[in-house]
């Protein structure tokens, strides 16, 4: 075997001590892996080269030729860059990747020394290179290291760089120096780095306060917000559990939406917490949460927290002057009811005397009317204030449907006659009962009416009854002015009237459609309206009735 050529020589030792076939083997699962192929097909592959030492190294130097072409198909297939050395660092061999990489022939590298090819490397870059060859073939480890290479084409790349020690009955006979490629890895390393940095930057300039935690509730990051928000540094606060810093209220409310994050894996929002200043201070926070996910997998949770401490302040003020508006309303509207209960009595008194003359009593009538028509105002407020303050009393009680809508008929017919307008009355018999306040609806139904009255001079007005799937339906329609499509969802709200032309001066403060709605919402009802200009108006309220049970006496039996 003295005439054949050194790596020849070296592969044929190192296949007879059983190194080679384990080097080769890895050179192929590494290939295969490189090359996306996978892992099954990896395994095909050293199964085939296991076979191909078995069955096919050579035992005679007659076979020496076709074992060399094997091997050098090997030597150049692969796709790292391959270097065989001696052990004085000239090149020995080169594989075509490292020929394409260095974009020279063969022939003008070849036993030259690896120093040659320095204009692939910078100074300090080429040092490092010679230092660890030199290292490797003294026989020491070497640990791979990865450096920039620029190729012929001026095109930089980054490469991983390992040596393996080639070894003749264990002496050191050259060094393969393999370089893989990573600079695809390498950039999206980068990119995934200035990512991060752009994102670390954002929490870190963030007013709101910027954490995250992992499976077992303990803080992996605190941006400077949140620690201002707790008092701490954040060498006080990493690897401690965020509970630490909850009110005991929202220590169990936090473990509730946690589990709901991890259970659904998604993002909540607008969770209210408070959190524990080192000062003892209660700073009350909106949350939004949201999982994190590791290979897949959960590994945590991010939050952002919002110190809404002056938004809990206002909120107060707004509560509390509301409160203060609404004892007002209370208190006037008492103070303006007192006196004109006696003017409404003298009023009457002075109606009904048969000394007054005729014109003093008409003075008295028109005096009555605007009384009543101030303590009307002074009732819808004290209702307006019952209801903010959820203080108005309803006495709920079993209704007879048919005979509690027949009272209210009556008792607005003489009204609706009396302005020449048809009143058309459909309540049919047996209607099932409700429950209810009879007095709070009948005021709900009255006012209905008497708007229909009060915007409807020619035609009709209805009062409707149905039984509609689980609830009963009454509907008020008219005849009358309408309201626009526009106005139609504000007609409800609070002190709003619908306009209605300038040359209507319309009585009322806009109170009592709102009443209507709040009444009929303590009933677990419904109402609303569908109207058009000059075509009428409809107004809805649907109640649930109660279910009789019917027993069937001739099935008993």
Known sequence: MKDLPEIIKILREEESIGTLQSRVQTAYQEQMTAEGMPEDSTKKTESRTAQFFEKDIPSTEE???????????????????LFYLDTKGNIMDINNAALK???????????????????????????????????AAQGENVSDYECDLETHDETNHRFLFSHDIIKEREVVKGVLVRARDVTQRQRAWDELVKLEEKYRVLAE????????????????????????????????ILATLLRDYLLEDSVYFFQQVSLEVRKKNKKMENIELELVHIDDLIIPVEANIAPLKKENEFAGMVLTLRDITERRNIEDELKKSERLKTEFMNIAAHELKSPVTPIKGYLDLIIQDKHASEQIKKWAHICLRNAER????????????????????????????????????????????????????DIPKNLP???????????????????????????????????????????IEDTGIGVSHDEIGKIFNKF??????????????GLGLFICKEIIGKHNGKIWAESQVRKGSKFIIELPYIHKMVIDLQDKK
């Open 63 to 81: 076979d020496v030729e076709p074992t060399e072409k094997k091997f050098r198909e090997i030597f150049n297939a692969m796709s790292d860059l």
């Open 101 to 135: 990489m260095i974009g020279v022939e063969k022939e003008h590298i070849l036993k030259k020394p690896f120093s040659s090819i320095d204009h692939l490397f910078s100074k300090k870059e080429m040092k490092r290179h010679l230092e660890f060859i030199k290292k």
């Open 205 to 236: 300039t963030s007013a709101d306060g910027v954490i995250t935690i992992d499976t077992l509730g303990r803080l992996t990051y605190v941006n400077p917000s949140f620690e201002r928000m707790c008092g701490r540094r954040k060498s006080q």
């Open 374 to 425: 101030l303590l009307k105002l002074v009732n819808d407020i004290l209702d307006v204030s019952r209801l903010d303050s959820d203080t108005m009393r309803f006495e709920m009680e079993k209704l007879d449907t048919t005979s509690f809508l027949k009272d209210v008929v009556e008792d607005m017919k003489p009204a609706v006659v009396g302005k020449d307008l048809k009143f058309i009355v």
């Open 433 to 475: 009962n409700i429950m209810g306040d009879k007095n709070r609806l009948s005021q709900v139904l009255k006012n209905l009416l008497g708007n229909a009255l009060k915007f409807t001079d020619n035609g009709s007005i209805s009062l409707l009854t149905t039984r509609k799937n689980d609830h009963l339906r009454i509907t």
């Open 496 to 509: 709003y009237q619908a306009y209605t032309g300038a040359d209507r001066n319309n009585e009322g403060t």
